[in-house]
């Protein structure tokens, strides 16, 4: 998958505090604030010189995981289904990617259960295939409300199952790069999962990674278009040169961005971006109104600006 137009999240509050929230998070080593912001610069300046188009996100107070944005939602056409997070510290994330969404008119929506966004949610680089991650984080009942939500029957909607703990949500273990070929550790999935994937693209698509790639998260990786004569531009934490040599051969640039303090954390590159394209913003109507297609699902949920929170037909979130 191409990326063409993100959203990131500044780390002015990023930490590491809440132990073992995932299996990366052992705090055995504190996190190197000022490292970290470098490393999260670095990144954005490799992303801006690609050619894609990136939004900010105001950060928050306390939300200390708020700078892995892939967990704020997941975006298709012009819907935001925000994230409703199982991580109980990330809860709060929920009303500041909603707030984010309605005010660029998606049409906000929230799962009943735990969903945690595009971490848990990949689409093939063509937008025909969406990879749903359950197991750890993301409730498999959610998928059913995913696809009721998108409510496109020309969308091919998956349900992987994650087998590893370390490897807690589909983007730590689960890549599509450019065109037809994806990142995959098998060793993350269930065998029937991973049949799935070999299914559909084919085993001899899938670009297997190591145990020493996965665990510089290589499949944590974001693929971007360059400047250059190459598909794509693959940015990531480290590869292993045997990786690096594939990506060439596959005719693949690659940037190594060092993310060692979100590592920590267990994320990184791309985890700190969301995909937020958006198919149309609006049309008009035969007297040359604009209208915004957005909130015309009635399931859908409304931001109450005057009282700060979320309103629906089933649920009410505060900040
Ligand atoms: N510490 C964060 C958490 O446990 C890391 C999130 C990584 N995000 C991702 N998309 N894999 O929620």
């Given at each position: 998958?191409?990326?063409?137009h993100i959203?990131m999240?500044?780390?002015?509050?990023?930490?590491?505090?809440?132990?073992?929230l995932?299996?990366?998070?052992?705090?055995?080593?504190?996190?190197?604030k000022?490292?970290?912001?470098?490393?999260?610069?670095?990144l954005?300046?490799?992303?801006?010189?690609c050619?894609?188009?990136?939004?900010?996100?105001?950060?928050k107070k306390?939300?200390?995981d708020m700078?892995f944005?892939?967990?704020?939602?997941?975006?298709?056409?012009?819907?935001?289904?925000?994230?409703?997070?199982?991580?109980?510290?990330?809860?709060p994330?929920?009303?500041?990617?909603?707030?984010?969404f309605?005010?660029?008119?998606?049409?906000?929506?929230?799962?009943?259960?735990?969903?945690?966004?595009?971490g848990?949610?990949?689409?093939?680089?063509?937008k025909k295939?969406?990879w749903?991650?359950?197991?750890?984080?993301t409730?498999?009942?959610?998928?059913?409300?995913?696809?009721?939500?998108?409510?496109?029957d020309?969308?091919?909607?998956?349900?992987?199952e994650?087998?590893?703990?370390?490897?807690?949500?589909l983007?730590?273990?689960?890549c599509?790069?450019?065109?037809?070929?994806?990142?995959?550790?098998?060793k993350?999935?269930t065998?029937?999962?991973?049949?799935?994937?070999y299914d559909?693209?084919?085993?001899?698509?899938c670009?297997?990674?190591?145990?020493?790639?996965?665990s510089?998260?290589?499949?944590?990786?974001?693929?971007?278009?360059?400047?250059?004569n190459?598909i794509?531009?693959?940015?990531?934490n480290?590869?292993?040169?045997?990786?690096?040599?594939k990506f060439?051969?596959?005719?693949?640039?690659?940037v190594?961005?060092?993310?060692?303090?979100?590592l920590?954390?267990?994320g990184?590159?791309k985890?700190?971006?969301?995909?937020?394209?958006?198919?149309?913003?609006y049309y008009?109507?035969l007297?040359?109104?604009k209208?915004?297609?957005?909130?015309?699902?009635?399931n859908?949920?409304?931001y109450?600006?005057?009282?700060?929170?979320?309103?629906?037909?089933?649920?009410?979130?505060?900040?």
């Amino acid at each position: 998958m191409i990326f063409k137009h993100i959203l990131m999240c500044r780390p002015k509050y990023f930490d590491v505090v809440h132990y073992k929230l995932n299996s990366h998070m052992l705090m055995e080593k504190n996190v190197n604030k000022k490292l970290a912001l470098h490393q999260w610069m670095s990144l954005r300046d490799n992303i801006e010189r690609c050619d894609v188009k990136v939004d900010f996100i105001k950060p928050k107070k306390d939300l200390v995981d708020m700078v892995f944005a892939a967990n704020g939602a997941l975006i298709y056409k012009n819907k935001a289904i925000v994230s409703k997070f199982n991580a109980d510290p990330r809860k709060p994330e929920t009303l500041q990617y909603f707030k984010f969404f309605d005010n660029k008119n998606y049409e906000t929506h929230i799962t009943s259960v735990d969903f945690e966004g595009a971490g848990d949610g990949l689409f093939s680089h063509d937008k025909k295939h969406l990879w749903l991650g359950h197991g750890f984080r993301t409730f498999k009942d959610s998928h059913l409300e995913v696809k009721s939500i998108l409510d496109d029957d020309k969308l091919n909607i998956h349900s992987l199952e994650l087998a590893n703990e370390l490897w807690y949500h589909l983007d730590t273990c689960f890549c599509p790069i450019g065109h037809n070929d994806v990142l995959v550790y098998d060793k993350a999935f269930t065998k029937e999962s991973l049949h799935k994937i070999y299914d559909v693209y084919g085993e001899h698509n899938c670009i297997l990674v190591s145990d020493e790639d996965a665990s510089n998260f290589a499949c944590n990786s974001i693929s971007l278009k360059n400047h250059e004569n190459s598909i794509a531009t693959i940015i990531g934490n480290r590869f292993t040169s045997d990786l690096r040599y594939k990506f060439f051969d596959l005719n693949y640039s690659v940037v190594e961005n060092d993310m060692s303090e979100f590592l920590l954390s267990g994320g990184s590159t791309k985890c700190c971006i969301l995909d937020i394209e958006k198919d149309f913003d609006y049309y008009e109507d035969l007297f040359g109104n604009k209208i915004f297609p957005n909130n015309e699902n009635k399931n859908n949920k409304y931001y109450n600006e005057d009282k700060d929170y979320i309103v629906g037909n089933d649920m009410l979130i505060h900040g």
